[in-house]
C-alpha cells in the first residue's frame, strides 16, 4: 500500500518503486519525454535534504528547464528536482545524493555554468536580447531545449513583443503561471521591444 500526498517529495513518500519496470509503469506515456532531457539531468537521482527558508517550497512548473530557472534565482539553492506531475522542489549545497525513481534532477547551471553576473539581480539587459509579454519582459533562453515548439519560434521572435502570440498558442493558464520564473524586471531594460512585422508561429 502507498501512501502518497501530492504535495510532497517523493523522499518523504511511504512508497518505494523498485527497478525499471516499476519506473516505466510511473512515467507511462511520457517514456519518450527523457529523450529529450538536457545531459547534465539525471532520472531516476535525487539529493537530501531539500532546501529550507523563504521561496523553497513545492511549485509548479512546466517541465524541468523552468525548475532549473526556479532554482538559479532562488537564492542557496544548488540542485532541484522536477516531478511529471509538474511538481519542483530546491535542494541547497552540500545535500547527500541517493536514488529516487520518478525524479528529473539536475543543477542550478548546466554545463561551465554562466557569465559571473548572470544571477546579478541589478545587470543591464538589452530588449532585444528578451521577449515582452503583456507589459513585462522575460528572458526564456532557459526554455530553448524545452519550448514545446522547439527554439526557432523563440528565436524568431526575440526582442520583439509577442503578447499576442502568447496568448493565441498558450491557451491553458500553466504556461502563464510559469512566466514569473522568466521575469526581468522594467528599469533593467535598455531599449524597447518591437512590433513583429510578419507573425510567425510561436
Excluded at 548546466?110 to 530588449?127: M, Y
Excluded at 526582442?159 to 522594467?186: C, E, K, M, W
Aim: aromatic fraction near 8%; include cysteine; charged fraction near 25%.
Amino acid at each position: 500500500r502507498c501512501v502518497r500526498s501530492d504535495s510532497m517529495h517523493p523522499s518523504k513518500r511511504h512508497c518505494a518503486l523498485v527497478g525499471s519496470l516499476a519506473v516505466l509503469a510511473l512515467l507511462g506515456s511520457d517514456v519518450k519525454f527523457l529523450g529529450r532531457l538536457d545531459s547534465c539531468y539525471t532520472h531516476g537521482k535525487t539529493r537530501v535534504p531539500l532546501l529550507s527558508g523563504a521561496g523553497s517550497d513545492r511549485s509548479e512548473e512546466p517541465d524541468p528547464s523552468a525548475c532549473q530557472a526556479r532554482c538559479r534565482s532562488t537564492s542557496g539553492c544548488a540542485h532541484f528536482d522536477w516531478l511529471l506531475d509538474g511538481g519542483c522542489y530546491l535542494i541547497g549545497e552540500g545535500a547527500k545524493e541517493i536514488d529516487r525513481p520518478g525524479v528529473i534532477h539536475g543543477p542550478a547551471v548546466c554545463g561551465g555554468g554562466e557569465p559571473s553576473d548572470f544571477n546579478d539581480p541589478t545587470r543591464q539587459r538589452e530588449a532585444d536580447e528578451l521577449w515582452f509579454i503583456d507589459g513585462t519582459y522575460y528572458d526564456f533562453e532557459p526554455m530553448f531545449k524545452r519550448h514545446p515548439g522547439g527554439k526557432l519560434p523563440l528565436q524568431q521572435t526575440r526582442g520583439s513583443d509577442v503578447s499576442l502570440l502568447f496568448r493565441v498558442q498558450h491557451i491553458s493558464d500553466r504556461p502563464r503561471n510559469a512566466l514569473q520564473r522568466y521575469t526581468v524586471p522594467a528599469q533593467l531594460v535598455r531599449g524597447r521591444a518591437r512590433n513583429l512585422t510578419s507573425p510567425k508561429e510561436y
